[in-house]
């Protein structure tokens, strides 16, 4: 099945920006998903790439992927302090049709 | 929105005891999921169903079962509850199978 890896966690000042990593070993998936987590809360769909994309941005998100070496990143601009959750990658596993999580990056913004 | 509703927030069971965690979504999803969460382990697959009365395992099921007899409905049974099944649960649905998951706020459940 797949694997998915991120870094545990990442601090940031507010106004700068942040790049969340992802890697996974399916190289099949077709859909890649970013999640947001608050404390609490149950995760929120963030944005999505398709494969056949490299790039896809959507107001102060940003997402890159790399097919060839398997990696997805998330970069966040002007990061502000309502931005600290944890993020998670989430290819779909084309085998089962099912998402695949990382284990999350927790994001710390620093006033 | 779509709404998926677990029925309890914060659950408190006993050792051995049959335990009963319910979702359910408003918005005919045909797919269905129960993910539990565990501080740096993210989240794992447990069960999913892509119809009614269909079942599928996912990564981790052993003590676990599931049932889906209406659509709107997904339910998640330990069938003997145990310290190590301590954890987050969140149930998720979506449309079709290319399209994201809707998550619930999850149930928080503790075995002692």
């Known amino acids: 099945g797949e694997d998915v890896e991120q870094s545990l966690f990442l601090s940031v000042r507010e106004g700068d920006s942040s790049v969340i990593n992802c890697t996974y070993t399916d190289s099949s998936s077709t859909y890649l998903y970013w999640y947001k987590q608050e404390p609490g809360a149950g995760l929120q769909l963030l944005t999505y790439?398709?494969?056949?994309?490299d790039m896809k941005q959507d107001q102060r998100l940003t997402v890159l992927l790399n097919k060839k070496d398997k990696h997805l990143s998330l970069r966040i601009a002007d990061t502000q302090t309502g931005d600290s959750a944890i993020y998670f990658c989430a290819p779909l596993d084309t085998g089962r049709r099912a998402l695949t999580f990382g284990s999350g990056t927790r994001l710390q913004v620093q006033p | 929105d779509v709404k998926v509703t677990q029925s309890s927030r914060y659950l408190v069971k006993r050792t051995g005891e049959k335990v009963f965690l319910e979702c359910v979504q408003d918005?005919?999803?045909?797919?269905m999921f129960w993910y539990r969460q565990d501080p740096g382990l993210g989240l794992r697959l447990i069960y999913f169903s892509y119809d009614v009365k269909m079942k599928e395992k996912g990564d981790i099921p052993e003590g676990y079962s599931v049932s889906r007899e209406k659509k709107e409905r997904f339910s998640l049974i330990l069938e003997s509850a145990s310290t190590n099944q301590t954890s987050m649960y969140l149930c998720?649905?979506?449309?079709?199978?290319?399209?994201?998951?809707?998550f619930g706020s999850g149930t928080r459940l503790t075995v002692v």
């Open positions: 918005m005919d999803h045909e797919n």
């Open positions: 998720a649905s979506r449309p079709g199978q290319t399209y994201g998951y809707t």
């Open positions: 790439i398709f494969s056949n994309m």
